[in-house]
């Protein structure tokens, strides 16, 4: 078998290249949670334009600006998280793997990318 081939039987000799992945991930979605934050004027403001023919705006705006927050927070959790699992698979950590699986179901609603990697990750892990 020559040195370069990936054992199929034996995950983690994958590990590397998820953990670096996975890092590269969480960098996304931090700086994704940080536009979030500098844009929340431009988004209130967007939202807000949308709301000149209901019947109760300040509901409607007292709504987005819970899921606004909650969004977020999802981002920030789910970058903090896949960094994590990234250095705890580099380093062959025990804990990598429920790290992994935790980064593996947060990204699993942000498409394209959070989306195949969470479902790779699951697919390694729950197997």
Avoid: E, Q
């Avoid at 536009?35 to 209901?54: D, E, P």
């Avoid at 025990?94 to 479902?119: E, M, Y």
Wanted: proline letters at 3%; one cysteine or more.
């Amino acid at each position: 078998m020559p040195t370069n081939s990936v054992d199929v039987r034996n995950p983690s000799a994958n590990w590397k290249t998820l953990g670096s992945l996975w890092i590269v991930y969480g960098i996304i979605r931090l700086a994704a949670a940080i536009l979030l934050v500098l844009y929340s004027g431009t988004a209130t403001v967007m939202f807000g334009a949308l709301l000149s023919r209901v019947a109760d705006p300040f509901t409607l705006m007292s709504i987005f600006h819970f899921l606004y927050i909650v969004a977020i927070l999802v981002a920030v959790l789910s970058g903090l998280i896949g960094i994590i699992a990234g250095f705890a698979l580099l380093a062959g950590r025990s804990s990598a793997r429920s790290l992994s699986l935790a980064a593996g179901f947060l990204s699993l609603c942000d498409i394209p990318l959070g989306t195949t990697l969470g479902i790779y990750t699951l697919i390694i892990f729950l197997s």
